[in-house]
Nanobody, 123 residues
Framework: QVQLVESGGGLVQAGDSLRLSCAAS????????MGWFRQAPGKEREFVAI???????YYADSVEGRFTISRDNAKNTVSLQMNSLKPEDTAVYYC?????????????????WGQGTQVTVSS
């Protein structure tokens, strides 16, 4: 059974940093891009970042320069380093596996979602 489990969320102040991790089990995803999405209350789930094995990555404009996605294929994990956090970054953050069926901006192109981890940034 494939599982993705996110961790590392919490309550921080604006300007602080957090590092989210997503651990996959049940299958190795080293050959698949993996992404992060977030969903704020009352809003649709939105793309945050996607990373390939190696250094290739793409980010939403809203997090470019502040967030960094990284992969550890040996541990079957993907992480999201979030710096200079803003109140508008408050959301539940999800990791997912990109299966290539469409643009990586869209949730429909992903499979195997985690349960999410809450990030709250106070002003």
């Amino acid at each position: 059974q494939v599982q993705l489990v996110e961790s590392g969320g919490g309550l921080v102040q604006a300007g602080d940093s957090l590092r989210l991790s997503c651990a996959a089990s049940g299958r190795t995803f080293s050959s698949y891009p993996m992404g992060w999405f977030r969903q704020a209350p009352g809003k649709e789930r939105e793309f945050v970042a996607i990373g390939w094995s190696g250094s290739s990555a793409y980010y939403a404009d809203s997090v470019e320069g502040r967030f960094t996605i990284s992969r550890d294929n040996a541990k079957n994990t993907v992480s999201l380093q979030m710096n200079s956090l803003k109140p508008e970054d408050t959301a539940v953050y999800y990791c997912a596996v990109y299966i290539g069926s469409g643009s990586y901006y869209y949730t429909g192109a992903y499979d195997y979602w985690g349960q999410g981890t809450q990030v709250t940034v106070s002003s």
